[in-house]
């Protein structure tokens, strides 16, 4: 079955630091990867999304590049900010319309 | 704000109980997808319905079950509640189900069940 798995946390940064959380994945046929972004007390929010390999997706200063060869979508950042203090999340849907989520990554920035 | 709405915000309720939750996509999306969210468990896909049809089965227990009706709103029944229930559930909706960009999921705020 798919499966993505993403670097364990909770990982803490100073502010203005580079972040990168891994993802990598497997599934069947061609999937679409996202990564959302849910704080604290909230539901998730879609931060960015690729749909076919090469894609690179990108919002809010975070980046991710769909890397077919490696089965990876790592989520980078040039400069964290307090405020991006959340969880993470990097999920697939494919073609049969299931999806298959990571567990998260806490990430806390401190100033 | 995501479009999507789900009622009620928090429920709580004893172990045995039935609850329905209720989730409304947002307008034109056809996909209502339900989560359970817990601490030991993370994020757990349940089921996805399609414009009222029953369309992927995840990690859903046979005590838990869910339609979605005509005007696409749908509902989450989970009945003989245990301790272990206890989490966040949530509703997600999407345009379609083919995957690619229609397949993109906006997530609703949830609903905080707490069995007793």
């Known amino acids: 079955g798919n499966s993505v798995t993403q670097m364990e946390g909770p990982v803490t940064l100073s502010e203005e630091a580079f972040l990168t959380i891994n993802c990598t994945y497997t599934a069947t046929g061609y999937p679409s990867l996202f990564w959302y972004v849910q704080y604290p007390g909230e539901g998730l929010q879609l931060l960015l999304k690729a749909t076919k390999a090469d894609d690179k997706g990108s919002n809010k200063g975070f980046e991710a590049t769909y890397r077919k060869e490696t089965t990876s979508f790592h989520l980078e950042k040039g400069s964290v900010q307090v405020s991006d203090s959340a969880v993470y999340f990097c999920a697939l849907n494919t073609n049969a319309g299931k999806s298959t989520f990571g567990d998260g990554t806490t990430l806390t920035v401190k100033p | 704000d995501s479009g999507v709405t789900q009622t009620p915000k928090h429920l709580i309720t004893a172990t045995g109980q039935r609850v329905t939750l209720r989730c409304s996509p947002r307008?034109?999306?056809?996909?209502v997808y339900w989560y359970q969210q817990s601490l030991d468990q993370g994020l757990q896909f349940l089921i996805q319905y399609y414009n009222g049809e029953e369309r992927a089965k995840g990690n859903i227990l046979e005590r838990f079950s869910a339609q979605q009706f005509p005007d696409l709103h749908s509902e989450l029944n989970l009945s003989s509640l245990e301790l272990g229930d206890s989490a966040l559930y949530f509703c997600?909706?999407?345009?379609?189900?083919?995957?690619?960009?229609?397949?993109?999921?906006?997530f609703g705020p949830g609903t905080r069940l707490t069995v007793l």
């Open positions: 997600a909706s999407s345009v379609g189900d083919s995957g690619g960009p229609v397949s993109t999921q906006y």
């Open positions: 307008s034109g999306d056809l996909s």
